[in-house]
């Protein structure tokens, strides 16, 4: 399919299945059906000219590594009615400037924006309540980040080499820091960790910019720094 261009879908459309579309990479401009309510995984994989996709405001999930290395697209609004944003799912999309995510929104799984170099801001909306692990690792062009006050856990990795982040917002709902959570974060000068927080784990802060850290007395196991 790599001398596709566009497509345009007819709302009878309600599913893409997996790697439906997947290394068509002359594709550029998509119309999806007005009636789809799943985009399985792979569907996009590897459509490094894609630049243009308005998600349908059907639409309820979105599949791990759906647009997997769309390196084209700027921008993406995440419509009303998804929940989960599956694993991996703008992996590596370094042209990724803008992302909009709706209310209904609970959960980023693993690596969803893993090496989205280009991302420099984007709003958690308060419905998040799990931010999987390197979700964010390698946005080396995000700055700052407040993390919804329903994740409890701050997982492995999850701003891993995110080194231009300078101020994060932690609320007094997470209780651990895991491994490598800000690992590389070399910009990263100063944090404030809440006293809600009871576990540090292995490297959470290794190579970052802290030169000081103050940690509250609810902490009763710090790993290895």
Known sequence: CKAIESIAMPDSVVSLSASAFGDCGGLKNVKLSNGLTSIGSYAFNNCGGLKNVKLSNGLTSIGSYAFNNCVGIEKI???DGVVTI???AFRGCTGLVSVGL?????????SVFYGCSGLKSIELPSSVNS??????????GLSEIIIP?????LNYGVFYG????????IPDTVTKIDECAFCDCSGL?????????????????????????????????????
């Open 102 to 110: 709706p209310n209904t929104l609970t959960t980023l799984e693993s």
């Open 189 to 225: 000068a100063s944090i404030t960790i809440p006293s809600s927080v009871t576990t540090v784990s292995y490297a959470a802060f290794k190579t970052s910019g802290l030169k000081e850290i103050s940690l509250p007395a609810s902490v009763t196991e710090i790993g290895r720094f």
């Open 131 to 140: 931010v999987g692990s390197g979700a964010f690792s390698g946005c080396s």
């Open 77 to 79: 609004e995440i419509p």
């Open 149 to 153: 006050s329903g994740v409890t856990v």
């Open 162 to 169: 995110c080194k231009g982040l300078k101020n994060v917002v």
């Open 86 to 88: 599956g694993s991996d």
